[in-house]
T-cell receptor, first 114, second 116 residues
Framework: AQSVTQLDSQVPVFEEAPVELRCNYSSSVSVYLFWYVQYPNQGLQLLLKYLSGSTLVESINGFEAEFNKSQTSFHLRKPSVHISDTAEYFCAVIPMDSSYKLIFGSGTRLLVRP | GAGVSQTPSNKVTEKGKYVELRCDPISGHTALYWYRQSLGQGPEFLIYFQGTGAADDSGLPNDRFFAVRPEGSVSTLKIQRTERGDSAVYLC??????????????FGPGTRLTVL
């Protein structure tokens, strides 16, 4: 069985400060890793994903995540956040032996304050 | 182009009633998923369709839940004898099915079901 843990339910941060949202997973098989974002009153959107190759992946809006196999982590970072980054962020995995169903963590609410 | 759409956006029903939730995937997408998101939780997998058939229904909580996709496009999630614990946001997602795991799953806005 697989599970995804997001220990921080809420992360408050000031605008232009750096942020890290933590994600750890547990799996007996290899997985693909994802971060989805849900802006207020909007649906889930893919932010970035790791499938293979370079362990550092980036999104178009300045977020990055690094796959660490030994620590089974996929933390999300941004060096300088904006008010518009306020949203719920979900880490998820797809086990490689599955029907490509996403297994989500419980989410982290990022609150960016001016 | 049009994304995944779900109707209704909100559904309020009484305990014991039957409800149907509809999902219109992105045109041409062969893979379709249903998830359920309870308050304060991440989405949980319910069922996966590849074409018309349910390829994985291991996430359906019990036999009150059933889903169909008769023509390989629109899908309907059906819940019989609703219970208050069924209250949640039901999400639908689709992907093209052309590249398996590398396809992005695109989510609809969800249907918020409230069972009184």
């Amino acid at each position: 069985a697989q599970s995804v843990t997001q220990l921080d339910s809420q992360v408050p941060v000031f605008e232009e400060a750096p942020v890290e949202l933590r994600c750890n997973y547990s799996s007996s098989v290899s997985v693909y890793l994802f971060w989805y974002v849900q802006y207020p009153n909007q649906g889930l959107q893919l932010l970035l994903k790791y499938l293979s190759g370079s362990t550092l992946v980036e999104s178009i809006n300045g977020f990055e995540a690094e796959f660490n196999k030994s620590q089974t982590s996929f933390h999300l970072r941004k060096p300088s956040v904006h008010i518009s980054d306020t949203a719920e962020y979900f880490c998820a995995v797809i086990p490689m032996d599955s029907s490509y169903k996403l297994i989500f963590g419980s989410g982290t609410r990022l609150l960016v304050r001016p | 182009g049009a994304g995944v759409s779900q109707t209704p956006s909100n559904k309020v029903t009484e305990k014991g009633k039957y409800v149907e939730l509809r999902c219109d995937p992105i045109s041409g997408h062969t893979a379709l998923y249903w998830y359920r998101q309870s308050l304060g939780q991440g989405p949980e997998f319910l069922i996966y369709f590849q074409g018309t058939g349910a390829a994985d229904d291991s996430g359906l909580p019990n036999d009150r839940f059933f889903a169909v996709r008769p023509e390989g496009s629109v899908s309907t999630l059906k819940i019989q004898r609703t219970e208050r614990g069924d209250s949640a946001v039901y999400l639908c997602a689709s992907r093209s099915g052309l590249a398996g795991h590398t396809d992005t799953q695109y989510f609809g806005p969800g249907t918020r079901l409230t069972v009184l």
